[in-house]
C-alpha cells in the first residue's frame, strides 16, 4: 500500500490525500499554537510592536516555511514549487486557524481597530504556520507514506547512513550541514516565540547574577549535547565509530547554541525587549531566553 | 521497512572543513561571551539602584498637559515597580502632584514614561523624580 502512494498515486485519491494533509496541517496548527494563542503578552504585542518589526518576523517566517515544508510538511512534497505551496498552505491555515480561535476566544470582535485585529493574527499566525507544518511528522502517518520500498536496496548496517546522505528522498535523514542548522534555527524560533512574550524571562534576568548565566550557558549547551547524543530517544545521532565526542560537539552543538542565541537575540528584539537596555543586561536577556531555545534546537534534530 | 525510521541518525565520517570552520567560530564566540559574562561577575559591586530622571517633551493634550520623562538607573541592579512623581510647584507649595509606575528599569538602562497634569504649569517648575521600587 504504502509503495502504490509513494509511487504514481492513483488520480482519484488524490484531493482526499490532500485533504487529509490540510487536516493534519489544522491539527497541527491547534496543537502547537495553542499555548501561545492563549498567552496574554502576545495578544497585546500584536497591538503594540513595532509593526516593521512584526513585518519582519512575518518575512523571515516564510523561508523557514519553505524548508519546513521541503523536509517535514503535511504530505510529501519533491519539488521546491511544491515546498513552496505547501509553507503557502500552511501561512494560510496558521492565519485561519488564529483567527478562528481568538475569535472563539473573544479575543477578537467587531469593531476592534483594523490594526489591532491584523496584528494580533499576525503574531499568531506564525507558531502556528510552523505547526501547521510539524503536524504531519508529528501527528502521524510520516512512516507510511515516507520509507515505503525503500529498504529494498540492499543496505547493510555499515554504510547505511552513507548511503542516506545520497538518498534521493528529500525528507529521509539526509541533512547536509546547513539544513542541520536550519533545523536547529526553527527548533529554537519555535520554542522562543513560546517563552518570548512573556514577562517572566526579563523577570528571570533580573533575579540572576553573572554567575547564575555563566552556569545557565553551560548547562544549555550540555542539555543540547546530551539530548542529541546521548540520552537514546528515538532519532538520536550516532557518531561513527571510534569518532572522539568532541568532534560532534564542535561541528553541531557549539554552532547549535549560537543558532540558539542568535534566534533568541532577534526574537527579543522583535518583541521590543532589548529596547534602550544596556548591553550586559541584554545579553543576561538572550542567555535566559537560549536556555529553551537549545531544548528547542536539539529537539528539533530529534524530532524532524 | 520499519527498520529504516528505527535507526538512529548517524553523523558523516569525513565532515567538510566549513563544520570544523562554523565549530571553531562558534566556540570562540561562545568563549567570548562566557568571559563577558565571567569579568561581569568578578568585577561586579553589588549597588543599589539610584535613578536620574530627565523631561524629555511637554504637549498639551486633551486632559491636562502630558509630561514625558526618560528614568535611568545608574546602577548596576535593576529595580521594579519605581513611582516616578511629578510634581509641578510654585515656589515651595506643591500646586499640583501625579504618579507614574514604571514596572522595570533595568541596570544602567533606561526606561520612559509620562506624567499628566490637569494643570497647566505654565511657567511654574516642574519636578520629576523616583520616589520608590521594590527589588524584582
Not at chain 1, 516564510?62 to 521546491?80: H, K, N, Q, S, W
Not at chain 2, 498639551?60 to 546602577?75: D, Q, T, W
Request: net charge negative; hydrophobic share 50%.
Amino acid at each position: 500500500m504504502s509503495k502504490s502512494m509513494q509511487r504514481g498515486r492513483p488520480k482519484a485519491q488524490e484531493p482526499r490525500i490532500f485533504l487529509v494533509g490540510l487536516g493534519r496541517g489544522a491539527a497541527g496548527a491547534l496543537l502547537f499554537g495553542i499555548p501561545m494563542l492563549m498567552t496574554m503578552e502576545l495578544w497585546e504585542l500584536g497591538f503594540y510592536m513595532e509593526r516593521h518589526r512584526l513585518f519582519l518576523l512575518l518575512l523571515a517566517n516564510v523561508p523557514l516555511l519553505i524548508f519546513l515544508a521541503d523536509r517535514v510538511g503535511f504530505e510529501r512534497t519533491t519539488t521546491l514549487i511544491q515546498a513552496c505551496r505547501d509553507a503557502n498552505i500552511a501561512y494560510g491555515l496558521g492565519v485561519l486557524m488564529s483567527a478562528g480561535i481568538l475569535i472563539l476566544f473573544g479575543d477578537i470582535k467587531i469593531g476592534m481597530p483594523f490594526s489591532e485585529i491584523v496584528g494580533k493574527i499576525a503574531i499568531q499566525a506564525v507558531p502556528a504556520s510552523i505547526g501547521a507544518l510539524l503536524g504531519r511528522s508529528q501527528l502521524g502517518g510520516s512512516s507510511d507514506d515516507q520509507h515505503g520500498g525503500k529498504h529494498d536496496d540492499s543496505n547493510d548496517g555499515d554504510n547505511a547512513a552513507r548511503d542516506d546522505n545520497e538518498d534521493a528522498v528529500p525528507d529521509e535523514l539526509s541533512t547536509s550541514y546547513a539544513q542541520e542548522l536550519m533545523l536547529m534555527a526553527v527548533g529554537a524560533l519555535f520554542l522562543n516565540l513560546n517563552v518570548a512574550p512573556t514577562e517572566e524571562i526579563v523577570l528571570i534576568s533580573f533575579k540572576m547574577t553573572p554567575w547564575h548565566a555563566l552556569a545557565t550557558m553551560i548547562i544549555s549547551i550540555g542539555i543540547m549535547h546530551a539530548f542529541v547524543y546521548v540520552v537514546a530517544f528515538k532519532g538520536t545521532h550516532e557518531m561513527p565509530a571510534g569518532t572522539p565526542w568532541w568532534h560532534a560537539f564542535f561541528r553541531f552543538t557549539l554552532p547549535g547554541y549560537i543558532v540558539s542565541m542568535s534566534i533568541s537575540f532577534f526574537v527579543l528584539w522583535t518583541f521590543g525587549r532589548l529596547d534602550a537596555v544596556a548591553s550586559t543586561q541584554a545579553l543576561m536577556f538572550v542567555i535566559v531566553l537560549s536556555f529553551p531555545g537549545s531544548i528547542g534546537a536539539a529537539a528539533a534534530r530529534l524530532i524532524l | 521497512m520499519t527498520e529504516i525510521s528505527r535507526r538512529p541518525h548517524s553523523e558523516k565520517k569525513d565532515p567538510h572543513w566549513v563544520e570544523w570552520a562554523v565549530g571553531i567560530v562558534s566556540g570562540l564566540l561562545i568563549l567570548t561571551i562566557m568571559g563577558w559574562v565571567g569579568f561581569e561577575a568578578i568585577t561586579e559591586e553589588d549597588q543599589s539602584p539610584s535613578f536620574r530622571t530627565a523631561i524629555i517633551q511637554k504637549s498639551a493634550i486633551e486632559s491636562g498637559v502630558r509630561v514625558e520623562f526618560e528614568i535611568e538607573n545608574l546602577s548596576t541592579r535593576t529595580a521594579a515597580a519605581v513611582v516616578v512623581r511629578g510634581e509641578i510647584r510654585d515656589g515651595i507649595t506643591v500646586v499640583e502632584s501625579a504618579e507614574a509606575m514604571i514596572d522595570y528599569v533595568p541596570a544602567q538602562s533606561k526606561s520612559s514614561g509620562a506624567i499628566i497634569f490637569s494643570t497647566d504649569p505654565g511657567e511654574k517648575a516642574v519636578w520629576v523624580g523616583a520616589v520608590g521600587y521594590s527589588d524584582p
